[in-house]
């Protein structure tokens, strides 16, 4: 039998608990009802290619996939893993979860099959919720081949045009209700609403349970500071597994919005949307609005000017990228930080220039506690910058679990980030950098480890990840190898092999004698990030 979802949480000591409740930042409310309440109207909702749906069209057909879940002997409590691309399907069987209080876990696009088994495994998740061939991958094959080697996933639900044997057809599943919604409790504001996952540092992901007073305070009050109403529409870009995109797209829902779906970041498309839909708000990670900015200048066909605000977080958008925003694609830019595992901040939207150009923001919530320290946990004096340490209303203490992980990522219910940070005397916070072994693709998050392992299963002696400076993406990923002469292409149809997510492939691989190491003994990553920008700055010098 699985356990109970709550059986593997953290839950905030009694005496925040109390606190967050009584000054109002814990509604004590599921997100299903709270969905349910703002859905009376016929005001337009999703748009999704040819398919438009009003708040009430909507919550009909949440509900239909609700009872079609309960009558497929999905109960409350329940894990099912969602891997789904940006389509209307997507937010309607997310919803019906959140009706029902199953707990969807909300894996991403380019895991194969050792997240998504992984993943499944850890949550006992009892159905696997997917689509047919999205970009060439065939996602419904992944699904059971995860399925049959699991003892917990009994159904595979699919959206394609045509299905494989044993599949069942989402799009069937999500058609509008007939009757009433299964007779079920509310689940309490304390329950796991939904699982996000944490690329984060060590090989497979991690599960950050979101209950539902803490998700719907963080995404309630994040469409509050961003203005979200009635006449907003909100354009989904990223892949609304990630939280970011997901917090705004729900925000928009409950507040009256209208959410226009993408396939893709593309500008091509995404301007033709905000052009045709008179899209007010789009979140984006700083590598899509490179994108954008290179293509506003070659392409000015579109009409963008409904845009209002510009949400850009994920990884750190450089100062003078900030810059042109506004001026080339118009409405305000907010800068933003956050991560899965809650604290999120924001500019405001009438924040001066330079904080929104220089800062990452502020924290979203009054209670929101910020620490900054050194590496062995001192605090730093104010102004420098430090590790930060995080705790708040919506940030949770603890991994899903996770013992031995919490034990290094919590330190007395503090959230470590692994950030490097300085706080502003304005409140305002800057990226400045990070301590944890991470690398940051585009805004996809790699455990360096990972790709270690790999290198060295692979046949190299040592290995050693790091991220190399990218004009696109922000970052790459690069590994030093020593020993045997490890081709790339051998070392990524290897990851390729084994399952891995296709962005924790390496693009680089540079063969050394020996790694460097630190006076402690630790690899030296500092000196090897020196050394790719070095070997990168000289072949474009030779390049010309
Ligand atoms: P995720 O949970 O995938 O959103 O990843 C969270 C991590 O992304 C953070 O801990 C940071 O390392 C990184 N991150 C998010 N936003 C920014 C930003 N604006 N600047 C630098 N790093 C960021």
Same mark, same amino acid.
């Given at each position: 039998m699985p356990e109970r979802t709550s059986a593997g949480t953290t839950p905030w000591p009694p005496e925040f608990a109390t606190r967050y409740t009584a000054e109002g930042y814990w509604a004590g409310r599921s997100l299903g009802a709270l969905l349910g309440e703002v859905a009376g109207s016929d005001a337009p909702c999703l748009v999704d290619r040819g398919l438009r749906l009003s708040h009430r069209e909507l919550l009909c057909r949440a509900d239909g996939a609700a009872a079609r879940l309960h009558a497929l002997g999905l109960r409350p409590d329940d894990r099912v893993v969602l891997q789904l691309p940006n389509r209307w399907e997507f937010l309607v069987v997310t919803m019906a979860c959140l009706r029902l209080g199953i707990v969807p876990v909300l894996a991403l696009q380019?895991?194969?099959?050792?997240?998504?088994?992984?993943?499944?495994?850890?949550?006992?998740?009892?159905?696997?919720?997917?689509?047919?061939?999205?970009?060439?991958?065939?996602?419904?094959?992944? /699904?059971?081949? %995860?399925?049959?080697? #699991?003892?917990?996933?009994?159904? *595979?639900?699919?959206?394609? @045009?045509?299905? +494989? !044997?044993?599949?069942?057809?989402?799009?069937?599943?999500?058609?509008?209700?007939?009757?009433?919604?299964?007779?079920?409790?509310?689940?309490?504001?304390?329950?796991?609403?939904?699982?996000?996952?944490?690329?984060?540092?060590?090989?497979?992901?991690?599960?950050?349970?979101?209950?539902?007073?803490?998700?719907?305070?963080?995404?309630?009050?994040?469409?509050?500071?961003?203005?979200?109403?009635?006449?907003?529409?909100?354009?989904?870009?990223?892949?609304?597994?990630?939280?970011?995109?997901?917090?705004?797209?729900?925000?928009?829902?409950?507040?009256?919005?209208?959410?226009?779906?993408?396939?893709?970041?593309?500008?091509?498309?995404?301007?033709?949307?905000?052009? /045709?839909?008179? %899209?007010?708000?789009? #979140?984006?990670?700083?590598?899509? *609005?490179?994108?954008?900015? @290179?293509?506003? +200048? !070659?392409?000015?066909?579109?009409?963008?000017?409904?845009?209002?605000?510009?949400?850009?977080?994920?990884?750190?958008?450089?100062?003078?990228?900030?810059?042109?925003?506004?001026?080339?694609?118009?409405?305000?830019?907010?800068?933003?930080?956050?991560?899965?595992?809650?604290?999120?901040?924001?500019?405001?939207?009438?924040?001066?220039?330079?904080?929104?150009?220089?800062?990452?923001?502020?924290?979203?919530?009054?209670?929101?506690?910020?620490?900054?320290?050194?590496?062995?946990?001192?605090?730093?004096?104010?102004?420098?910058p430090g590790i930060l340490l995080t705790r708040g209303p919506y940030t949770p203490r603890g991994y899903y679990r996770a013992p031995e992980k919490n034990a290094q990522a919590f330190v007395d219910g503090w959230y470590n980030t692994g950030d490097v940070v300085r706080l502003r005397p304005d409140g305002n916070l800057v990226v400045e950098g990070r301590e944890k072994d991470v690398i940051n693709r585009g805004g996809e998050k790699i455990s360096a480890e990972e790709i270690e392992t790999f290198g060295r299963a692979a046949g190299a002696r040592e290995a050693a990840a790091v991220a190399m400076p990218d004009a696109e993406l922000g970052e790459r990923i690069c590994l030093y190898v020593t020993g045997t002469r490890l081709e790339l292409p051998r070392l990524r149809a290897a990851m390729r092999e084994a399952g891995a997510a296709t962005f924790k492939l390496p693009e680089r691989l540079v063969h050394v004698d020996a790694l460097p190491f630190t006076a402690v003994g630790k690899v030296d990553k500092k000196a090897l990030r020196a050394d790719i920008a070095a070997r990168l700055a000289a072949e474009q010098r030779r390049a010309g």
């Open positions: 380019g895991h194969r099959k050792q997240e998504l088994a992984a993943v499944a495994g850890h949550a006992e998740a009892r159905a696997i919720v997917t689509a047919g061939t999205v970009r060439g991958f065939d996602h419904e094959a992944l /699904a059971h081949e %995860v399925a049959a080697g #699991s003892a917990t996933v009994e159904h *595979v639900l699919v959206t394609a @045009d045509e299905l +494989a !044997a044993g599949s069942l057809d989402l799009r069937a599943l999500c058609r509008p209700a007939t009757g009433p919604l299964p007779p079920v409790p509310e689940p309490d504001g304390t329950a796991v609403a939904l699982f996000l996952l944490s690329g984060g540092t060590t090989g497979a992901p991690k599960l950050i349970a979101r209950t539902h007073n803490d998700f719907a305070y963080m995404v309630r009050r994040a469409a509050e500071i961003c203005g979200l109403g009635p006449d907003s529409t909100y354009l989904a870009v990223l892949p609304l597994g990630h939280g970011f995109p997901m917090t705004a797209a729900l925000g928009t829902v409950l507040a009256g919005g209208r959410v226009v779906l993408a396939g893709s970041p593309a500008p091509e498309g995404a301007f033709a949307l905000i052009d /045709a839909e008179r %899209v007010t708000m789009t #979140s984006l990670v700083p590598a899509v *609005v490179q994108r954008w900015l @290179d293509h506003r +200048a !070659a392409d000015r066909r579109h009409d963008l000017g409904s845009l209002r605000l510009i949400q850009v977080a994920g990884s750190k958008l450089p100062e003078d990228v900030a810059a042109r925003v506004t001026p080339v694609l118009g409405g305000v830019l907010q800068n933003g930080y956050g991560m899965g595992e809650g604290l999120f901040c924001l500019t405001r939207p009438d924040d001066p220039a330079e904080v929104v150009c220089r800062t990452q923001g502020r924290p979203i919530s009054p209670a929101d506690e910020l620490r900054l320290v050194d590496d062995r946990g001192r605090p730093v004096p104010d102004g420098e």
